[in-house]
């Protein structure tokens, strides 16, 4: 028995010495295949050393008890079937193992696309539709549907301005000139040298400090403010902008002249900006002129404009030169013709010399060439011509000329009337809905406006025209957002919380049924803002977004100061909100509602304020005052500041 365990163990030490030198053998040879010799040396000469650390076939074969075939000796076929009967029967990565988990992952993809896309199947569609299902199911179904959030931040606005018809009407320096502008030059030098200026070296005229000097000089003053005042309107160097709004506030407030824009002036500018007198204003009746008279304002005849540039120091030839038309493709077709001809009947007129000249010639013109060099000349090239895209108006142009028509409004009152002040309210309350305009970028200025023109119209005027203002509302917008966001435009002065109230009210009546009409809110009361509150539904098919703009619109319509008389109205109003605030339940699905409710409850609050005001002076300083001096009181007592360092003093002392 202990004979065989020996022998089987020196079988095992063979077997791992015959292992171990295989494997020895085959590193050596590894690493010197690889480069790297036994003694380090790299050269060619150690390729026999190389070879003697190769183990051969029979060598192998017979430590490794195995035969080994070489399969370049046989058939490609036979290799093949060779290489198949030596592959294992069960593989993890096997080829159709990956082809199958590659269609699984194709099959998800679309599924996935699918739901993205929200293709649904019928019968997917028929059980969203709740249809088959019993009523617990449906009712379960309807308080976890969730729905999208529609209550926006800012107001949708609407399109004014068309950028593709920005300065349709007038331009500088093509049609935009002193001259258009009706500029009649006198005999002093100031105006020959502004009409022989070019427009780049004009600009750098039209200086504040330089301005205050030449003025008393200039021969028309107003139709070379009125120049003024348009270019400022297209202007697309800020610099040069703000330069000529600081000369026009000189004019205005150095008493050099009583010009101040008309409403002509303030309706060409927009219309040049892209859009028409219809739809800033549709009530032509307020204006002395009419659409035609903007479009064909700065539209001149060729006549008077080579008569124009003459006036300017130019001459005919050069106007024309500005807009090159460059050769008539059938002058040079009939020259080419001609020239043909010529060759063919009369070639012993041609020396070689010639000919060589006029195939040359010919071969660099070209129509292509041609239209390019025409684009060049014009100094526009063909690509950029088409990369060219509308921008529009600049806000800061805007911007500028609405702070100019305000500070005109309030110095030079006496030169609007009442129908220009309301043509002017009802131009600038339209424009601010513009799109470009909806982040309310320049509602600043626009409120400054209003606060100007309403103190502008004189007290005996002031009832019928709020009247007029109240009637032409409808032409300003039909969305609910747009109509809060006119409202809150209002000033907070006086006049403007009136404003607010009747603008509140005339808006509800377009969303609202009531049995008040527009001529009573001329003078705003609180029974008005309750019959609509009154006319509020809440229900399961509310339009909460339109709801939250008419929560907007009553807190508007009842002011910052009602009267002692209409506390019953406030009170009832409370009751109603607080009925209407119980109806609608908090759903973190229904983030609209969520909203809507908060701001009834707010609402409430602010009307408890006001009862509790009425009667006793401001409302600051009789209830929101001793609130807050209440408060502090209960606040606990700390340490002054000068104990906090006496303490810190004595700490370091010690």
């Known amino acids: ?70 399969i370049d000796d046989c058939d490609t076929a036979e290799a093949e079937m060779h290489c198949q009967n030596n592959q294992p029967e069960t593989s993890l990565y096997s080829l159709d193992q990956l082809l199958a988990d590659h269609n699984e992952d194709v099959k998800v993809r679309a599924m996935v696309v699918e739901l993205k896309n929200k293709n649904t199947s019928p019968l997917q569609q028929k059980f969203l539709n709740g249809e088959d299902l019993l009523p617990e199911h449906k009712a379960e179904l309807e308080k976890m549907n969730a729905v999208e959030k529609k ?315 709020v009247k007029d203002l109240c009637g032409h509302l409808t032409y300003l917008t039909s969305d609910h957002h747009n109509t809060v966001y006119l409202v809150g435009l209002m000033p907070l002065v006086e006049r403007g919380h009136l404003l607010r109230r009747v603008l509140s009210l005339a808006f509800m009546l377009e969303f609202l049924p009531s049995s008040d009409g527009a001529e009573n809110f001329l003078e705003p009361k609180v029974k008005y803002s309750l019959n609509f509150l009154k006319a509020l539904q809440i229900n399961r098919e509310t339009d909460f977004y339109l709801t939250w703009s008419i929560v907007h619109l009553l807190e508007s319509s009842v002011g910052p100061d009602p009267s002692e008389a209409e506390a019953n109205d406030l009170l009832l109003m409370i009751d109603f909100l607080q009925q209407k605030s119980n109806q609608i339940r908090d759903s973190i699905y229904q983030v609209d509602q969520i909203v809507v409710k908060d701001q009834l409850i707010w609402l409430i609050s602010k009307l408890k304020l006001l009862v509790k005001g009425l009667g006793k002076g401001e409302l600051f300083d009789s209830v929101i005052a001793p609130v807050m001096v209440e408060h502090v009181s209960n606040l606990p007592e700390e340490e002054s500041e000068d104990e906090t360092n006496m303490d810190t003093s004595e700490r370091e002392s010690e």
Request: glycine share 4%.
């Open 151 to 465: 209550i926006c931040k800012l107001h949708p606005g609407e399109m004014i301005f068309d950028i593709c018809q920005f300065k349709s009407l007038f331009s500088f320096p093509e049609s935009l000139t002193l001259t258009s502008c009706g500029f009649l030059p006198g005999l002093s030098r100031t105006d020959q040298a502004m009409l022989s200026l070019p427009p780049d070296q004009l600009l750098e005229f039209l200086s504040p400090e330089l301005f205050r000097i030449v003025f008393p000089a200039i021969s028309s003053q107003e139709k070379f403010l009125t120049f003024i005042f348009y270019l400022l309107s297209i202007s697309p160097d800020f610099r040069i902008s703000h330069r000529l709004h600081e000369i026009l506030h000189v004019v205005l407030h150095g008493q050099l002249s009583t010009w101040t824009p008309s409403t002509f002036d303030v309706c060409i500018i927009l219309c040049n900006y892209g859009t028409l007198l219809s739809n800033i204003c549709p009530d032509h009746s307020l204006f002395n002129f009419s659409e035609t008279d903007l479009m064909h304002r700065f539209v001149k005849p060729d006549s008077t404009e080579s008569c124009h540039a003459t006036s300017q120091g130019e001459d005919a030839s050069t106007t024309e030169k500005k807009l090159p038309r460059g050769y008539e493709t059938f002058n040079l077709k009939l020259i080419t013709q001609f020239v043909t001809d010529s060759l063919a009947v009369r070639s012993e007129n041609y020396s070689p010399q010639d000919c060589l000249a006029l195939t040359l010639m010919h071969r660099f013109v070209k129509p292509d060439s041609t239209e390019s060099c025409h684009a060049t000349s014009q100094g526009e090239d063909a690509s950029t011509t088409e990369k060219k895209l509308p921008r529009g108006y600049e806000t800061f142009n805007l911007k500028l000329i609405t702070q100019f028509v305000t500070d005109s409004l309030a110095v030079r009152s006496e030169n609007y009337s009442p129908q220009d002040c309301l043509a002017l309210t009802l131009i600038f309350l339209r424009i601010s809905l513009d799109h470009k305009l909806s982040d309310g970028q320049l509602s600043w200025d626009f409120e400054l406006y209003f606060a100007a023109v309403i103190n502008a119209v004189a007290p005996e005027h002031w009832n019928n025209w």
């Open 1 to 70: 028995m202990t004979s065989v365990v020996e022998k089987r163990h020196v079988s095992s030490e063979k077997v791992s010495d015959v292992d171990s030198s295989a494997v020895d053998g085959t590193e050596k040879a590894g690493q010197c295949i690889t480069g790297k010799a036994i003694d380090g040396d790299t050269s060619d000469d150690d390729l026999p050393i190389i070879l003697e650390y190769i183990p051969s076939k029979l060598t192998l074969e017979k430590k490794l008890h195995i035969k080994i075939e070489r």
